[in-house]
């Protein structure tokens, strides 16, 4: 009798236990700065809520013993975890991609390419000190994502996932589906002519200062057709058009692009290059700069495969 209920109380202890490092609470009067700030940066604005543990309903998984969960937010349908570590990217992301493994999901192959190492550089993007999402799959479960983030002296690996995409489709796609779906679809991307011009794009790398570069600044990713590859950025800097012009200019003429034309006006500026391809047609490169009010710039670099689409403004879009 005794050993019985040893057993049973032993029963309770566990399920007790397994409970509360999952349970989590809602904070109701005031959240913790650094961890709003910390998931609000994945989420954005809207109505939310944060907690000081793992949602109920976030897919299962084990948490090593070096990691702390910091927190939990759900947004609608969307759901993210952060977890508090001491590793490093390298040593931390592989870890809790083991755990989700090791329990039957499936590491997805990466949709888009790595971040642009050519095209305009922001060297004050934190973006380019982060790890690339890593997506994990599982047929019942659904997609998790995982994230790392290094700010001062704190690391966090953040977990994505959402509870309501079934919901916009007739049934959940399985795995195989779904590797099925990126595979053509990087299939398609090699096969376009985008993406073969976008390899001569030079490496363009905006003015760092803490004095005269400002956010926000976009820089934004390759746009491309069979004939023309382009990446766009802004900027807000204390410069006149034509330092700014000859900053580019400069770096460019070190990449095998040789200068065809220039032309630097007050509101504008337009170079041409031009390079010789081994094996195709040779390419023109246009960079245009173009300013507006409180020192903002517009900045554009083309590529066309001579024969092309020629003709078209660096400034505005062909007529519909």
């Known amino acids: 009798m005794n050993r019985t209920i040893t057993l049973f109380a032993l029963l309770v202890t566990l399920i007790f236990s397994g409970a509360s490092a999952r349970a989590a609470e809602e904070y109701t009067d005031s959240v913790p700065a650094g961890l709003l700030h910390l998931l609000m940066d994945f989420y954005g604005q809207g109505n939310f809520a944060v907690y000081d543990g793992i ?41 809790i991609v083991n755990e989700f493994v090791t329990n039957n999901w499936i590491e997805m192959p990466v949709i888009r390419p790595p971040m642009q190492d050519t095209g305009f550089i922001s060297p004050n993007d934190p973006r380019r000190q982060q790890h690339d999402s890593i997506r994990l799959c599982h047929d019942r479960q659904g997609n998790v994502s995982v994230d790392y983030v290094q700010r001062e002296n704190e690391a966090h690996v953040m977990l994505s996932a959402n509870s309501g995409l079934a919901l916009f489709m007739d049934r959940p796609r399985s795995c195989a589906e779904q590797i099925e779906q990126i595979q053509q679809s990087l299939t398609m991307r090699s096969l376009r002519g985008g993406p073969a011009l976008a390899q001569y794009m030079p490496r363009m790398e905006l003015p760092a200062s803490d004095t005269n570069f400002y956010r926000p600044v976009r820089v934004g990713g390759f746009s491309s057709s069979s004939q023309e590859t382009e990446t766009e950025a802004s900027i807000v800097i204390d410069w006149d058009i034509e330092a700014l012009y000859e900053h580019f200019a400069g770096q460019i003429n070190t990449q095998d692009w040789t200068q065809d034309s220039s032309s630097v006006g007050d509101v504008s500026a337009i170079g041409t290059w031009t390079k010789d391809t081994a094996g195709s047609a040779p390419l023109v490169g246009t960079l245009s700069i173009l ?5 903002f710039y517009e900045l554009k670099f083309a590529i ?12 505005f879009p062909p007529p519909r």
Do not use: N
């Open 304 to 315: 066309r495969s001579q024969g092309g689409s020629g003709g078209r403004s660096p400034f």
């Open 55 to 95: 949602l109920d309903e976030f897919p299962d998984f084990d948490l090593p013993d070096e990691f702390q969960v910091a927190g939990s937010m759900r947004q609608s349908t969307s759901m993210r975890v952060a977890l508090q570590t001491d590793l490093d990217e390298a040593t931390a992301v592989p870890l």
């Open 291 to 295: 300013a507006s009010d409180d020192d």
